[in-house]
């Protein structure tokens, strides 16, 4: 096996052995294509929803905004935006910096307050 | 609409028209810009930053960011700013209630842009006056 493919399959198994601390979380994708400008508004393409294992690693609370940081494989989703959006248990959370992505591990920060949350 | 949706809407108005279109120079406003812009396109911010000359009046800058292939040498932001002059510089529009007039252009020095760095980066401003119905 080659070692791209070695390290994904080990990852995955790792993945699975953190049992409930891995969880599975909802991904919206929305892209934005195009800019009308005489109605001011953008043309916007969502993306098939897209269920992936994650590690919820910090959840903080501040100034009543409240985040969190995600781990996952970069695999699972390697292109994120600002317009995205993440479900976790029913809440909405949108997609924030991108703290730490390497070819196999992504650490995603999330801010609380979807477009419905 | 209020004055600050009435000169956004006026300017913004510039960029629908088929003579600017025909430019072929991809155009985004601020904080919409695709994932994959391309080698060249323009990212437009209105900012509406001072007094008018009556309450139903502002006064403000537009600012464009021209992005060009760096390979393309410092000619091509310089042909954009002279194609985005044609429709801005010392020109009028009105589509609102009001009317907004554009002012002098300028454009500063090309940097390389810090996202891609086989793009450069050429800031082109130009002052704008929104006169709303008095």
Known sequence: MAYAALIDAKLSTAYRQLKD????????????????????QPAIEAAPEREILA?????TKKKGVKKMQLLFKTVDLPILSGFDQVKIKGESW????????????????????GADG | MGRYTDAQQD???????????????????SLIVPDNPGQEYIRISVIPSSTGINTKSVAGML???????????????????DALDKYLNAKSVQLSSGMTQFMS?????????????????????IAFNYFGEN
């Open chain 1, 21 to 40: 601390l891995a969880q599975t979380v909802v991904f919206v994708r929305t892209e934005v294509t195009d800019f009308d400008f005489s109605s001011g």
């Open chain 1, 55 to 59: 590690v919820i690693l910090e959840e």
């Open chain 1, 94 to 113: 949108s997609v924030g910096p991108v703290v730490h992505q390497r070819k196999y591990i992504t650490l995603l920060d999330l801010v609380s307050g």
């Open chain 2, 11 to 29: 300017i913004f108005s510039v960029f629908a028209t088929n003579e600017w279109k025909s430019e072929g120079i991809a155009t985004h406003p």
């Open chain 2, 63 to 81: 600012l464009i960011d021209i992005f060009a292939a760096r390979v393309q040498g410092p000619r091509r932001p310089m042909e954009i700013a």
């Open chain 2, 105 to 125: 252009s300028s454009t500063g020095k090309p940097l390389e842009d810090r996202e891609d760095p086989a793009l450069s980066m050429t800031l082109y401003s």
